[in-house]
């Protein structure tokens, strides 16, 4: 497998989920401690769904990439569902050879998202 | 011959292929490699001499001293302290840093001032922020301006009667700006201020003479100076250490005990709680001899040419941004850049593809890249056994990444 597979250049180059969304209901952003880089994620939630999502951030192509599928992922789908997805889900449609050091670029997405539908506080 | 070709040899690692290419080794500042002289002193040491210092009445235990305290007279000479006393061992830079921190932040009044820079990596920059929050006091940092330098007049405004200490970097480890050392300890010392100096970045590349600059306490690491890691040097002049407490307790520290109190040790074994890093000790003092034998002006000249070549090389790469100093007098063996619409993480995984290494990342000094604008960098180092080669190899590559993501 290739370090960057077509499918993380494609959603790098082409995200089909980057932006931000008119009066979220959710909103939660975090930094990757290796690397200093910074997702937001920002959620429209109704009837235990996640209705729409967009993430915005400066990132490396892997955590932008992972960030994209997730959401394509994770839309409209039950908010219980989402909080499940684990890395693994991630990385078998990033379909590349994610090194051990770069895991964290993967799992700081699944991270912001699910931190935003738990409610947690942006640090400051 | 190239001072990179000649050493070359001395460095086994050098040979290693990395995914497929001859490893070309551009981060010396994160940690250097070892020559063979370090690698065999240290196995050396322990197959022949190995038993702990300073209260063995044994032979090995006599040699193992001998061969610890002959590593402080080396550095000592190394690095221009007037007396053995003045040089303390650590376990690398950090510890240095926050041995000094602890120490002088437990004399800290409220409304002390302690100065450092933007350009600080974490290591001296944390420290002081636990030191001034412990006791109430404030800390502040001179600006970067011009994205390279220290602004001094904003130096001379922020001190006062009550700073107590000034912290700063020789050489900064993404810009490689070369501070003015000896210009800033005369202001601080004017001010009645101590100096404190991260000689990481310095120590390894450039002849230091810590006397000549004059600074109070000057610490720097064993591992980025061809030495092992686990060992590190704190430099206090004689007075400014005989004034500071111990930061730690423990063996060797003291001259006698009781329950309820101690006499301390004298200089320099005061800050050496605790079997010391004997073996590091012994490799570091090889690395220094290494140095020594090459010359540090002439080690100095060599990285300073292949900086200017990283420099010339890359600035002409459409899409390479570069921070720090143009003129590679004023700036260390490192190399900081960016290639456009390449995350620094991707564009070093991507050099890596090709047996490059380059480190990548906020480099521990976040102030700094917000003060840049951006979230991290690529970043080259250099160091004696690098060659013009391996910077033309770089640019290169470089030139080809940006179409590859």
């Known amino acids: 497998m290739a370090l960057y597979s077509d499918v993380i250049r494609e959603r790098f180059r082409r995200p089909r989920f980057r ?84 895991m964290k670029c993967v799992a700081l997405p699944l991270g912001v998202l699910q931190g935003a539908l738990d409610g947690k506080e942006v640090a400051r | 011959m190239n001072m990179g070709e000649l050493t070359r040899p001395d460095f086994p690692i050098l040979r290693r292929v990395v995914n497929g290419h001859a490893l070309v080794f551009l981060d010396s500042a994160a940690s250097s490699q070892k020559p063979t002289a370090v690698l065999e002193a240290m196995a050396r040491y322990y197959e022949q001499s190995h038993a702990n210092v300073h209260r063995s009445i044994h032979t ?23 007396a053995r006393e003045e040089v303390v061992f650590t376990r690398g830079t950090t510890e240095g840093l926050n041995l000094v921190a602890q120490a002088i932040g437990r004399t800290l009044q409220p409304g002390d001032e302690i100065i450092v ?15 001034c929050r412990d006791r109430g006091a404030r800390l502040s940092a001179v600006p970067v301006v011009d ?42 010392h004017a001010a009645g201020a101590l100096v404190v100096v991260d000689g990481a970045q310095a120590v390894p590349h450039l002849p230091v003479d810590v006397s000549a600059l004059g600074v109070d306490f000057y610490a720097f690491s064993g591992h980025k100076m061809l030495g092992p890691t ?43 709680p605790g079997t010391p890093p004997i073996a590091p000790a012994v490799g570091l003092r090889a690395a220094v001899e290494y140095l020594d034998k ?99 190899q770089l640019a290169d590559a470089v030139g080809r990444i940006r179409g590859e993501l």
């Open chain 1, 19 to 102: 932006g931000r969304l008119e009066a979220p209901d959710a909103v939660f952003e975090d930094v990757n401690p290796l690397c200093g880089d910074r997702i937001r994620i920002e959620c429209r939630v109704g009837d235990g769904r996640l209705l729409d999502a967009r993430f915005t951030g400066d990132s490396c192509a892997i955590a932008a990439a992972a960030a994209d599928l997730l959401i394509e992922q994770a839309r409209g789908r039950p908010v219980e569902e989402v909080q499940r997805l684990g890395v693994p889900d991630l990385l078998e449609r990033l379909a590349a050879d994610i090194r051990p050091s770069r």
């Open chain 2, 230 to 272: 686990g060992i590190g040097v704190l430099y206090g002049r004689r007075q400014a250490l005989e004034a500071l407490e111990p930061a730690w307790g423990g063996g060797e520290m003291i001259k006698e005990v009781w329950i309820d109190h101690a006499q301390w040790n004298d200089l320099p074994w005061r800050f050496e």
């Open chain 2, 117 to 131: 820079s933007e350009m600080e990596h974490h290591s001296n920059l944390i420290p002081w922020q636990m030191a």
């Open chain 2, 147 to 188: 994205g390279a330098y220290l602004d001094l007049a904003a130096f001379d405004r922020l001190l006062s009667p009550r700073t107590r200490v000034v912290a700063f970097g020789h050489v900064s480890n993404v810009l490689g700006t070369i501070n003015p050392v000896a210009e800033m300890t005369r202001r601080a």
């Open chain 2, 60 to 82: 090995l235990g006599e040699e193992a001293t001998e061969q610890y305290e002959g590593a402080r007279d080396a550095v000592r000479a190394f690095i221009g302290a007037a």
């Open chain 2, 294 to 392: 090459l010359g540090m002006a002439r080690v100095a000249a060599h990285e300073q040419a292949l900086t200017a070549r990283c420099l010339d090389a890359l600035t002409p790469i459409p899409g390479v941004s570069i921070y720090g100093p143009r003129n590679p007098e004023l700036k260390g063996a490192v190399v900081a850049f960016n290639v456009e619409g390449i995350h620094p993480h991707d564009g070093a995984a991507l050099l890596d593809q090709r047996g490059i290494a380059v480190r990548a990342g906020h480099h521990c000094a976040q102030p700094l890249m917000r003060r840049l604008g951006i979230p991290g960098t690529l970043r080259a180092s250099f160091s004696v056994y690098n060659t013009p080669g391996d910077i033309d």
